[in-house]
């Protein structure tokens, strides 16, 4: 991999230092609560069992950590934890927030594309809405597996390409419609017109399972979310009506090979 950062980051990290404001709050919410919850439906720990119950004996990344919930979540569960992520006012919050909860684990500034680790470093590399949303996979996984021991489980949840396909190209626009917008053939790099110089990456299930397989990893599960009845966000987007009916997220979990297959 060249040693030149990816021409999307700086988009990227522009966007979310305007932005990072907003989601303080729900960060706040989130390294206070009792128990972990995830994505845009804010679905238990207990029902989708993301983490490891004990992590005591586990070293763990968080890859695009942004204002460091989740990685304080693996924190308290016993885990060594590094959160990486490129942009500084998140990190700040997560900061702060580590002084507030008196928890200190490592945070580094840095995409996940190039991490400043050794080989087999962690057992243990989690994402959500980070990395896997705002780096392009085929240069996040392959460096994942490189910083993963044989053996390490990597877990990031995402957009469904269905949640993709049927969103308007605006927020204006409104929320997800039952009308195919864009094709599932070719989906990688998602640009939206209202958010100018940002890039997110989406593919398709056949090109997630081929590029995990290719970087050395095995797919052990992979969960499709629906919002529950009761299901609410803050997001204009979210509908959960559709959502009740078509999965807007997705969970995959999947396992790093030792070398040669094993």
């Known amino acids: 991999m ?77 885990a060594r ?18 002084r507030r909860h008196g928890l200190d684990y490592r945070i580094v500034q840095c995409g996940a594309e190039q991490l400043p680790f050794p080989d087999a470093s962690f057992d243990f590399a989690i994402s959500e809405y980070g990395a896997c949303l705002w780096a392009d996979p085929f240069r996040w996984v392959p460096e994942t597996a490189r910083v993963l021991r044989p053996g390490g489980r990597l877990v990031f949840l995402t957009n469904t390409p269905l949640s993709v396909m049927c969103l308007p190209d605006t927020e204006a626009e409104g929320a997800w419609t039952a009308t195919l917008r864009r094709p599932y053939f070719g989906l990688h790099v998602t640009r939206w017109p209202d958010a100018p110089g940002e890039t997110e990456f989406h593919l398709p299930h056949g090109r997630w399972i081929d590029l995990l397989a290719d970087a050395g990893f095995v797919v052990e599960r992979l969960l499709e979310l629906q919002a529950p009845a009761d299901a609410a966000s803050r997001f204009e987007w979210a ?11 997705e969970v995959w979990f999947a396992r790093r090979l030792a070398e040669g297959g094993g």
């Open 81 to 98: 934890v590094t959160g990486v992520d490129p942009t500084p006012n998140q990190l700040a919050t997560a900061r702060r927030l580590q």
């Open 239 to 249: 509908d959960p009506a559709w959502a009740a009916c078509w999965p807007s997220e």
């Open 2 to 78: 060249s040693n030149d950062g990816p021409d999307y980051l700086g988009g990227n990290v522009a966007g979310w230092q305007k932005r990072a404001g907003e989601f303080a709050g729900p960060a706040e919410v989130a390294w206070a609560a009792a128990e972990p919850f995830w994505g845009i439906w804010e679905l238990p720990e207990r029902d989708l069992r993301l983490l490891p119950d004990d992590m005591s004996a586990l070293d763990a990344i968080e890859l695009g950590c942004g204002a460091g919930y989740v990685s304080a979540w693996m924190h308290r569960r016993g």
